[in-house]
């Protein structure tokens, strides 16, 4: 049984910083892609960063220069961390876990964590 949580979101002024966490527990035995989507009201789930087994990110370009992702495989963990954010960053974000686990070769959503940016 493997189980994806994300945490740390929350409501953040604009200009401020938020580090989203992605932890994945269970029978696993490698990970080979983590990605981050978010999902604001009324729009489709969107792709905002991403990183692969080899660590080369790939960011859309609404967040360029102001999130990274990485990786503590020691851990399991994926994070995102988000600067000088803004209202239109505010979504419920999601992080999309690709693995190999005891069972084979399994992808996994985590629940979703609220970030919201507002004054």
């Known amino acids: 049984q493997v189980h994806v949580v994300e945490s740390g979101g929350g409501l953040v002024q604009p200009g401020g910083s938020l580090r989203l966490s992605c932890a994945a527990s269970?029978?696993?035995?490698?990970?080979?892609?983590v990605g981050w989507y978010r999902q604001a009201p009324g729009k489709q789930r969107e792709l905002v960063a991403a990183i692969t087994s080899g660590e080369n990110p790939n960011y859309d370009d609404s967040v360029k220069g102001r999130f990274a992702i990485f990786r503590d495989n020691s851990k399991n963990t994926t994070y995102l961390q988000m600067f000088s954010l803004k209202p239109e960053d505010t979504a419920v974000y999601y992080c999309?876990?690709?693995?190999?686990?005891?069972?084979?070769?399994?992808?996994?959503w985590g629940q979703g964590t609220q970030v919201t940016v507002s004054s």
């Open positions: 999309h876990v690709e693995l190999m686990a005891a069972t084979g070769e399994r992808d996994y």
């Open positions: 269970g029978s696993i035995f490698s990970i080979s892609a």
